[in-house]
């Protein structure tokens, strides 16, 4: 894969948006996740991760919990509200609108009169 951090770096919060969306998780497996999904091409920074949680709560996108999961550290879990979920669908057609942008000005097939 041959996509550049710089490339998916406006979307950071949609991408975690997404990983919401299939359930409430704590940043280490959402990042796990993320990795294994992309065969390790892309991930995020521990300090990029918890600086976009903190943005998403003030917007109201998300909620966060501390889990109770026995013995160790404790877990801070996220949640989408459903602030959250539209948002997220709103940067979903975003993107679908960009994507046929870009494939219209990048396509070198030549017009036809």
């Known amino acids: 894969m041959s996509i550049t951090a710089d490339t998916l770096r406006g979307?950071?919060?949609t991408i975690i948006l997404a990983q919401l969306m299939r359930g409430d998780n704590y940043g280490?497996?959402?990042?796990?996740?993320?990795?294994?999904?992309?065969?390790?091409?892309y991930g995020f920074k521990e300090a990029t991760l918890y600086t976009a949680f903190k943005r998403l709560e003030q917007a109201g996108y998300i909620t966060s919990y501390w889990g109770d999961d026995g013995p160790g550290a404790r877990r801070r879990y996220y949640s989408v509200t459903p602030a959250g979920r539209e948002r997220w669908a709103q940067a979903r057609r975003e993107w679908e609108d960009t994507r046929t942008l870009l494939d219209a000005l990048t396509s070198v097939e030549e017009e036809r009169a």
Do not use: A, F, M, V
């Open 11 to 13: 979307h950071t919060d």
């Open 28 to 41: 280490y497996e959402i990042n796990k996740h993320i990795l294994e999904c992309t065969q390790g091409e």
